[in-house]
Nanobody, 125 residues
Framework: QVLVEESGGGSVQPGGSLTLSCVAS????????VAWFRQAPGKEREEVAA????????FVADPVSGRFTMSRDNAKKRLHLQMNSLKPEDTAMYYC??????????????????WGQGTQVLVSS
């Protein structure tokens, strides 16, 4: 069984930074692909970023491009979502989705089998 654990959420002021981490337990080689989605109250879920622990391209959605980055720790096979210059509109529940391989459409939520329970990000003054 694959277990997805998210961490790093919290409350920050506008312009601040947070780093979200997503770790999946259950893959013997620690190779898996990760995608971040977010959903604010009253709004539809939207894609944020994606990448794979083993390497390859990373992706960031246009609305957060230039502020959010998917960073890879090659030695530890970990991926982190670095969020800088946070805005109030970034406030949402952030969910990590995981699968063995990356969907052809990285932003397609149905392409991922395993999901974390979410971590809250609140950006306010």
């Amino acid at each position: 069984q694959v277990l997805v654990e998210e961490s790093g959420g919290g409350s920050v002021q506008p312009g601040g930074s947070l780093t979200l981490s997503c770790v999946a337990s259950g893959y013997s080689d620690d190779n898996y692909c990760v995608a971040w989605f977010r959903q604010a109250p009253g709004k539809e879920r939207e894609e944020v970023a994606a990448g794979c622990t083993g390497g390859g391209r990373t992706f960031v959605a246009d609305p957060v491009s230039g502020r959010f980055t998917m960073s890879r720790d090659n030695a530890k096979k970990r991926l982190h979502l670095q969020m800088n210059s946070l805005k109030p509109e970034d406030t949402a529940m952030y969910y990590c989705a995981v699968d063995q391989t990356q969907p052809r459409l990285w932003w397609l939520a149905d392409g991922y089998h395993y999901w974390g329970q979410g971590t809250q990000v609140l950006v306010s003054s």
